[in-house]
C-alpha cells in the first residue's frame, strides 16, 4: 500500500497550474456506503471550485465498468482490492491509496436478543435455528467479502461456524426484494417484509439500514471478529481538479467529514475508536 505522501506530491504538482477560474466537474465512482460522505465532502470541494458527479455501486461492479471502458476521474472503493487491480493493470496515475475505514455492526431483530452477548455467544445466536442471514455478494460488494473474513474469524472460535454462517448469507443474495418504499434501501425493504432477521453491514450505514423498521438492534462486531475495512482511493485521470479532490479527502478537513459521516479516520487505530451504542 503506498504512502499518501506520492499521491500528495503528484496534488501538488497539479495545483500549481493554478486555481480554476469556474467549477470543475469531477466524476467520481463512489462505493454505495459512502453516499453520506459524498454529500459531506461536496459541500467542501464547492468551495474549491470542485463539483462532485457521484456515481455510486457496489465497489466489484464500479471496477468492472472501467475496466469495461468508462473513466471516471476518480474510484473511491469499500477496500483496496478494487483500486490495486486497477493499478496493476496501469490505469492509475499514482499508487492507489487507503482515505478511511470503518467497522463491521450487525443489524438484528429485538427479539434475537444479540446486542451485549459475549463473543462466543454472539456466534451461538447468529447459529441459532432459523436465524436468517443478510450480508452483500462477495467480489461485487466489498461488505460481503468483510462479512465472509468475518466469519473466517468467527470459525476460530466455534469451529464449523464459517461453512454455516456462509451458507446461510448465501440464500439472502437471490431474495426477491418487495417495493421499495421512499428512503428504503432493498435491506431495509428485507427486514420490513420480515424476510430476514439479521444484517452484516457497516457501521456507518446502520442508521439509514434501520429507517422506518421497528425493533432492530444494531450490535457492534467484537473486534477479534471484525476485519477492519479499508477503503482505497485511484486516481485515474491527469485532471487537476480530481487530484485536489483525493488530496482533500486525505487533509484534516476531509478526514473530519468522512468522520461526520461514520468512518473513522485513516490515522486513527481501530482499537481507540469508541463503538456505536
Known amino acids: 500500500m503506498a ?11 497539479m495545483v500549481l497550474v493554478g486555481k480554476p477560474v469556474r467549477a470543475e466537474t469531477v466524476e467520481v465512482f463512489a462505493a454505495g456506503s459512502l453516499r453520506g460522505a459524498m454529500a ?28 469495461k471502458g468508462e473513466k471516471p476521474d476518480l474510484l473511491l472503493s469499500a477496500d483496496m482490492g478494487s483500486p490495486l487491480a486497477l493499478a496493476a493493470q496501469g490505469r492509475t496515475f499514482v499508487p492507489p491509496v487507503a482515505f478511511a475505514r470503518n467497522r463491521l455492526c450487525l443489524v438484528a431483530r429485538h427479539e434475537l436478543k444479540l446486542k451485549g452477548l459475549s463473543a462466543p455467544r454472539l456466534v451461538d445466536g447468529l447459529l441459532a435455528k432459523g436465524v436468517r442471514i443478510r450480508t452483500s455478494r462477495p467480489v461485487a460488494d466489498p461488505s460481503g467479502d468483510y462479512a465472509m473474513a468475518m466469519f473466517d474469524l468467527m ?8 461453512k454455516a454462517l456462509r451458507d446461510r448469507a448465501a440464500q439472502s443474495w437471490d431474495l426477491p426484494l418487495p417495493a421499495l418504499t421512499a428512503g428504503q434501501n432493498a435491506t431495509t425493504a428485507l427486514f420490513a417484509a ?10 456507518s450505514a446502520t442508521s439509514d439500514l434501520t429507517k422506518g423498521v421497528q425493533d432492530l438492534d444494531t450490535v457492534p462486531v467484537p473486534a477479534a471478529f471484525d476485519p477492519q475495512p479499508v477503503f482505497g482511493l485511484a486516481l485515474l485521470s491527469d485532471k487537476a481538479a480530481a487530484a485536489r479532490l483525493g488530496l482533500l ?27 456505536p451504542d
Request: glycine share 10%; with cysteine; hydrophobic share 40%.
Open 3 to 13: 504512502s499518501r505522501a506520492t499521491l500528495l506530491s503528484t496534488a501538488l504538482a
Open 194 to 203: 420480515k424476510s430476514i432477521d439479521v444484517a452484516v453491514t457497516y457501521c
Open 249 to 275: 479527502l486525505l487533509s484534516g478537513a476531509g478526514q473530519d467529514a468522512l468522520a461526520t459521516a461514520g468512518l473513522l479516520k485513516i490515522s486513527d487505530s481501530h482499537a481507540r475508536q469508541a463503538r
Open 40 to 67: 459531506e465532502i461536496g459541500q467542501r470541494a464547492a468551495t474549491m471550485g470542485i463539483q462532485i458527479k457521484p456515481v455510486f455501486g457496489g465497489s466489484g461492479t464500479l471496477r468492472e465498468r472501467i475496466e
Open 155 to 162: 470459525d476460530k472460535a466455534h469451529p464449523g461456524a464459517a
